[in-house]
Antibody, heavy 118, light 108 residues
Framework: EVQLVQSGAEVKKPGESLKISCKGS????????IGWVRQMPGKGLEWMGN????????RYNPSFQGQVIISADRSINTVYLQWSSLKSSDTAIYYC???????????WGQGTLVTVSS | DIVLTQSPGTLSLSPGERATLSCRAS???????LAWYQRKPGQAPSLLIY???IRATGIPDRFSGSGSGTDFTLTISGLEPEDFAVYYC?????????FGGGTKVEIK
């Protein structure tokens, strides 16, 4: 079964750094693209960016470029989303999902709730 | 950016009724690059339909998708209790990839 399992919920203070993860199993993870999607409280879905696990080629939504870093460690089938300095507006659920250029998102990870509050 | 506008924002229907959800794009979207997702409370989104009209694996045939150009529709032919959820359309032909704002299908 193709599965993406994300790291657990995080509570952070503004200005702190954070790295959340998404681990794939059940398929050749190295040959896939993984996307990250944000859902702020009460809002819709926003695509943040995609990464090709095989060579870490990354494509960002311009709205998120410079705000986050997407990276991958293919040796452990894991993709990461990281912030160097969190803001309260980063409070959201973050989902990873398997994709490819021109391809839909399927399956999705279970989501990671990030809460940023002083 | 291609803006996807979903309507209505909320659809209040009874089990067994037909639901018609609209997704309108600000520019033409190739029908190969339009998908629909379902998100139930407390769960991650899941793929329902891709390439406008192809049901994902395991999706019952009461779900159907149609459309072309800038107007796309998701139809649920007879609502089951498990269908009350939020539905999102997505285009992945243009960058950035974009989602619609969602339509909530709630029990009347």
């Amino acid at each position: 079964e193709v599965q993406l399992v994300q790291s657990g919920a995080e509570v952070k203070k503004p200005g702190e750094s954070l790295k959340i993860s998404c681990k794939g199993s059940g398929y050749i993870f190295t040959n896939s693209w993984i996307g990250w999607v944000r859902q702020m409280p009460g809002k819709g879905l926003e695509w943040m960016g995609n990464i090709y696990v095989g060579d870490s080629e990354t494509r960002y939504n311009p709205s998120f470029q410079g705000q986050v870093i997407i990276s991958a460690d293919r040796s452990i089938n894991t993709v990461y989303l990281q912030w160097s300095s969190l803001k309260s507006s980063d409070t959201a659920i973050y989902y990873c999902a398997r994709t490819s250029p021109g391809v839909w998102f399927d399956p999705w990870g279970q989501g990671t709730l990030v809460t940023v509050s002083s | 950016d291609i803006v996807l506008t979903q309507s209505p924002g909320t659809l209040s229907l009874s089990p067994g009724e037909r639901a018609t959800l609209s997704c309108r794009a600000s520019q033409r979207v190739d029908s190969s690059y339009l998908a629909w997702y379902q998100r139930k409370p407390g769960q991650a989104p899941s793929l329902l339909i891709y390439a406008t009209s192809i049901r994902a694996t395991g999706i019952p045939d009461r779900f159907s998708g149609s459309g072309s150009g800038t107007d796309f529709t998701l139809t649920i032919s007879g609502l089951e209790p498990e269908d009350f959820a939020v539905y999102y359309c997505q285009q992945f032909g243009g960058s950035p990839l974009t989602f619609g704002g969602g339509t909530k299908v709630e029990i009347k």
